[in-house]
């Protein structure tokens, strides 16, 4: 395995060795702490390093192995976790100024669970204030930079954690997503980024932004790893109410039920409602797109058109609901309107026009929802899954607030949100992996799939990613 950098193998290549020991954690965590030393203060990934726990766990991890007590696949591989996840006795800032000394006294739920799988903390990666944001531009702890071109925006809000896995500096990251903030970052970054079932994954000890929406998911290199990942996070847990007592499969069993035909998609359906997702998209995108969906036809998928006619209002009914519940939990913590200083100007403007917002408005978005998750339903009766450009343009530059589609001029937020929100409307699995590249930056195309229905959403992913290289392709950092 030393041929190649060890800080790019993917975990399901690195799980064998480690188990024989051919490779160690702690060989695993000193390579990337190097990396992290050398590329962190150009990419500003990761707000705090736990350089030295991560080598606690890795030689505990290690020692665990030689006696026989191997734990799975992620026993011994060091990942990252977005700064609003909750870790015990470790400062959890969720990016924002005035908690940059607070430190929990619990870990989340998804921390204990990765715990106990024996994965390795490297540390906690940088987001867009109170994951409030799609770009990871934060003025109090500086912006992300997208590892593919340092001009460029990483995505948001879970920018930290997708700069670092495709940058070297985790083998894997776990993010969170309420519109689209697992995708969006996982396309702009060249990475796989996936949002499960509402309620798959526990919330309990995450900060939140807008309870109904939130979702947390894994940052991987691969659909291989995002099953391990997912394997590992997935659950019911009493301590959130949003979570769902729901068998959790072996994901990674269910990549090889397709994998050997040469036609593995033979028999599957996928839709693309154009009416929505193939609108105002970046030329360069929507050809890489087009190239995708006759690659899934050439793995044997049908590839039909649906209609989903209230796809346009998500937009609208996302921002009232997110609004609304954002504010709403920045009160209940005392943050808002106590702090309202100490925030950046544009997350205290959200939390304001939060505060504005009427009950009959969020009563009717949540209707909008309902009718939404309804024609969601009776759409994915008819396909196994949905096609869709994960956002419709590459890469923005910093500080970039609107680009033209189609003519129109429209902003970053609403460009990067747009084909995502729908899925955290409706609650379905969505998962985003690279399709090609415009001028050196990566492309996203996304799968939403069937409530429940990760492991096929999984394995359709799996089967491109076996097709096609663009997950494979690594950022010119070392150049």
């Given amino acids: 395995m030393r041929g190649r950098e060890l800080a790019f193998f993917s975990i399901a290549e690195l799980s064998g060795s480690i188990r024989s020991r051919r490779v160690s954690p702690v060989e695993l965590v000193e390579q990337v702490l190097a990396r992290l030393e050398r590329l962190n203060p150009r990419l500003q990934a990761y707000l705090t390093v736990t350089g030295e726990l991560a080598r606690t766990q890795a030689r505990k991890a290690e020692v ?13 591989i060091p990942l990252a976790l977005k700064d609003n996840i909750h870790t015990r006795g470790i400062r959890t800032t969720a990016g924002a100024k005035f908690l940059a000394d607070f430190v929990p006294r619990e870990d989340a739920s998804v921390v204990t669970r990765l715990q106990r799988a024996g994965a390795v903390l490297l540390g906690k990666t940088n987001l867009h204030e109170f994951a409030y944001g799609v770009t990871t531009e934060n003025p109090h702890y500086g912006s992300t930079r997208n590892p593919w071109d340092a001009q460029r925006m990483a995505g948001g809000s879970s920018g930290g954690a ?5 940058a070297g500096l985790a083998f894997a990251a776990v993010g969170t997503d309420t519109g689209g903030s697992i995708r969006i970052p996982a396309a702009l970054c060249g990475i796989t980024g996936l949002k499960p079932t509402y309620g798959r994954v526990s919330n309990w000890g995450v900060v939140p932004l807008a309870p109904s929406l939130d979702h947390v998911g894994p940052l991987t290199r691969s659909v291989e790893d995002a099953a391990i990942l997912l394997r590992a996070m997935a659950g019911w847990d009493r ?27 033979r028999g599957l359906r996928l839709g693309i409602a154009g009416n929505f997702f193939l609108e105002q998209v970046q030329a360069e995108v929507a050809r890489c797109f087009g190239a995708a969906v006759e690659q899934f036809v050439r793995l044997g998928a049908d590839v039909v058109d649906v209609h989903l006619p209230r796809l346009a209002e998500a937009s609208e009914a996302g921002t009232t609901i997110s609004l609304a519940e954002a504010t709403r939990v920045h009160q209940q913590a005392g943050y808002f309107p106590a702090q309202a200083e100490a925030y950046s100007a544009e997350v205290r403007k959200r939390l304001e026009l939060g505060a504005e917002v009427r009950a009959v408005d969020y009563l009717a978005a949540r209707e909008t929802q309902r009718e939404l998750q309804r024609e969601f339903a009776e759409v994915l009766e008819q396909v196994h899954a949905l096609l869709a450009p994960t956002v419709p343009v590459v890469a923005p530059q ?8 189609d003519g129109q001029e429209e902003s970053v937020r609403s460009a990067l949100l747009r ?24 492309v996203g195309v996304q799968l939403i799939g069937r409530w429940w229905g990760e492991a096929e959403l999984l394995q359709i992913a799996h089967a491109y990613q076996r097709a096609t290289e663009f997950h494979l392709q690594r950022p010119p950092l070392d150049a």
Wanted: net charge positive.
């Fill in 419 to 442: 084909f995502n929100r729908p899925s955290n409307l409706t609650g379905c699995p969505a998962i985003s992996i690279p399709c090609g590249f415009v001028e050196g930056l990566p």
């Fill in 64 to 76: 665990e192995i030689r006696r026989g007590d191997w734990r799975g696949p992620l026993h011994g």
């Fill in 239 to 265: 301590r959130d109410p949003a979570s769902v007592r729901c068998a959790v499969p072996d994901y990674s069993a269910a990549l090889r039920g397709r994998s050997s035909r040469s036609r593995p998609l």
């Fill in 398 to 405: 910093l500080g970039t607030q609107k680009v033209v589609l």
């Fill in 162 to 166: 997708a700069a670092a896995v495709a």
